[in-house]
Every structure is written in C-alpha cells, then in structure tokens.
C-alpha cells in the first residue's frame, strides 16, 4: 500500500512540475516567437574565443552581406575592446607603477591596434541569406576570433617594442596571459 501511495506522490509532483514548465515557455496569444539564423548560445562568446552575429538588409544581395558582416566585425570589435580594457585595468592595478597614466595609454594604443589588425583574421562561422517578401535580401552572418590568436598577437606586438619601452610598462606575458583568461571566464560567463 505505502508503494501505491508513494508512486502516486511521485507521478503527481512530476505531472505537476512537468505542467507548470510547460506553462512558463508558453508565450502570450499575441506574440510569436522569432528564430534568427545564426545566433544563440552556440553562437556567443566563450573562454576561447570571441563570438559575434549580426543581420544586413538590402535590395542589393551583396550589399545585405557586407552590411551584415560590417555590423558583426563592429560588434566583435567592441566585445574584444571590453575584454582587453578590462585585461589593462586588472593587469595593471596588479602592478607597481609610478607613471601609471602613462603605462595605461600605452596598453590602450596597443589594445586599438592589436583589434585592428586581427580583425582581418576572423573566421565566418555562419551565414544564412534569405529574400523578403518585399523583394530584399537579409543576411545573418556569425564570425569568431580565437582568443589564443588575439594574445598571441598582443604577444608579438609588445615584442616589438623596443627594450625601454618594454622596461617602462613593466610588461609580464604570464602574469598579462592569466589576467586575459579571467577576463575571457568573466566575460563569457555574462551571457544569459
């Protein structure tokens, strides 16, 4: 008897549950649900690399594209600036500086031109193009950089320096390496 009643709890709390769930992902009559080619999680930022999407519209199918492409490399551009402002930020906070304002707008320069040349190295991950009803092109497009990729490139870049400069921003490519990869973990773990 105490099995009979202890399945029924059972089989009540899991009707019960499975109900409720399936009321919260209902939507309202009025609004329907829209799937947008290439985004979601799949598509998002992680630790290892920096992810974008973007959509383009145009009469022109070329033109949707590079609309599209234009607005996902602006916004690739922004979340890596994040990353590495936030980088310099801890990185330097972390270090002993007399000329601090000056070691800051060394590394800034350095983070603008770093993300300017590496955005020539991203990867389309996703592209969809569809025609409207009104006779217009739409483009979705996902692209990604590979984090590792960008420090290296970061790397290189403070190599070049000459000795001086180098001494001057007291630069640490383990200690500056860490502090980029809790800042990728922080800015990955900030999605929804």
Same mark, same amino acid.
Request: hydrophobic residues 35%.
């Given at each position: 008897m105490k099995k009979i009643i202890y399945l029924s709890v059972f089989l009540l709390s899991g009707t019960l549950l499975f109900s409720a769930c399936k009321k919260? =992902?209902?939507?309202?009559?009025?609004?329907? $649900?829209v799937i947008v080619p290439c985004s979601g999680p799949e598509y998002w930022t992680s630790k290892d690399v920096f992810r974008a999407? =973007?959509?383009? $519209?145009?009469y022109d199918q070329m033109t949707a594209k590079k609309k599209a492409?234009?607005?996902? #490399?602006?916004? @690739? =551009?922004?979340?890596?600036?994040? !990353?590495?402002?936030? !980088?310099?930020?801890?990185?330097?906070?972390?270090?002993?500086?007399n000329n601090r304002e000056e070691v800051e707008e060394r590394y800034e320069s350095l983070n603008r031109e770093v993300v300017n040349q590496e955005l020539?190295?991203? #990867?389309?991950?996703?592209?969809?193009? !569809?025609?409207?009803?009104?006779?217009?092109?739409?483009?979705?497009? *996902?692209?990604?950089? *590979?984090? %590792?990729? @960008? @420090? %290296?490139?970061?790397n290189e #870049?403070?190599?070049?320096?000459? #000795?001086?400069?180098?001494?001057?921003?007291?630069y640490d490519y383990e200690k500056f390496k860490k502090t980029f990869e809790k800042e990728m973990e922080k800015f990955s773990e900030g999605r929804p």
């Open positions: 919260k =992902a209902s939507l309202p009559p009025d609004e329907q $649900e999407n =973007a959509i383009g $519209e145009s492409l234009s607005n996902a #490399r602006a916004e @690739l =551009a922004a979340s890596i600036s994040t !990353v590495l402002k936030g !980088v310099t930020d801890n990185y330097v906070n972390s270090r002993e500086f020539n190295g991203i #990867r389309t991950i996703c592209e969809k193009q !569809v025609k409207t009803k009104e006779g217009k092109y739409k483009t979705y497009i *996902a692209i990604e950089l *590979a984090s %590792e990729k @960008l @420090l %290296e490139a970061y #870049r403070m190599q070049k320096l000459s #000795r001086e400069e180098r001494m001057r921003i007291d």
